[in-house]
T-cell receptor, first 110, second 113 residues
Framework: GQSLEQPSEVTAVEGAIVQINCTYQTSGFYGLSWYQQHDGGAPTFLSYNALDGLEETGRFSSFLSRSDSYGYLLLQELQMKDSASYFCAVRTGNTGKLIFGQGTTLQVKP | DGGITQSPKYLFRKEGQNVTLSCEQNLNHDAMYWYRQDPGQGLRLIYYSQIVNDFQKGDIAEGYSVSREKKESFPLTVTSAQKNPTAFYLC????????????FGPGTRLTVL
């Protein structure tokens, strides 16, 4: 089977740093994506990693280790508006077919 | 402004009725996708299309049908054969067929009574 594992909930305080991990077992792997979804809203794209290493985009960074089938999303200088669900997703082939994790609900407290 | 529109935002139907959800994009994107999201769950791919007049089944296509007659439109029909159709349906598109960055519409919340 194909599966992605990520923690169901994470809590952090405003201004802190939080890391959301994602491990995957899939039949194919082309890259790992991260999406943010506020309650009741549409997911929005955050990052895509095809190669090992760290990609930084503003306060958000994403890391991938293909040999470990592992990645993480790092959020720095947390703000209240970062409270949302975060999904990792694996692109399994040369199309846009994605398999999503169950999501991690991040709660940022004052 | 370019984007993806889905209508309606909320939809109620009686059991046994087919219902069609609309998805339109003016981003000139090649590929379009339909996902289903259940409460507290991730997204699951229903169907996707990389080019006009062609589409592929995703992981949970049973009970659904789609068409792609125009580049900008990708409607999804939820048929009476879908055993548990109540869910949040999200349409997405991507510029390239690789789908590395997908743009999502606001979603349609379907409730079957």
């Amino acid at each position: 089977g194909q599966s992605l594992e990520q923690p169901s909930e994470v809590t952090a305080v405003e201004g802190a740093i939080v890391q959301i991990n994602c491990t995957y077992q899939t039949s194919g792997f082309y890259g790992l994506s991260w999406y943010q979804q506020h309650d009741g809203g549409a997911p929005t794209f955050l990052s895509y990693n095809a190669l090992d290493g760290l990609e930084e985009t503003g306060r958000f960074s994403s890391f991938l280790s293909r040999s470990d089938s592992y990645g993480y999303l790092l959020l720095q200088e947390l703000q209240m508006k970062d409270s949302a669900s975060y999904f990792c997703a694996v692109r399994t082939g040369n199309t846009g077919k994605l398999i999503f994790g169950q999501g991690t609900t991040l709660q940022v407290k004052p | 402004d370019g984007g993806i529109t889905q209508s309606p935002k909320y939809l109620f139907r009686k059991e046994g009725q087919n219902v069609t959800l609309s998805c339109e994009q003016n981003l000139n994107h090649d590929a379009m996708y339909w996902y289903r999201q259940d409460p507290g769950q991730g997204l699951r791919l229903i169907y996707y299309s990389q080019i006009v007049n062609d589409f592929q089944k995703g992981d949970i296509a049973e009970g659904y049908s789609v068409s792609r007659e125009k580049k900008e439109s990708f409607p999804l029909t939820v048929t009476s054969a879908q055993k548990n159709p109540t869910a949040f349906y999200l349409c997405a598109s991507s510029k390239g067929t690789e789908g590395n960055e997908q743009f999502f519409g606001p979603g349609t919340r379907l409730t079957v009574l």
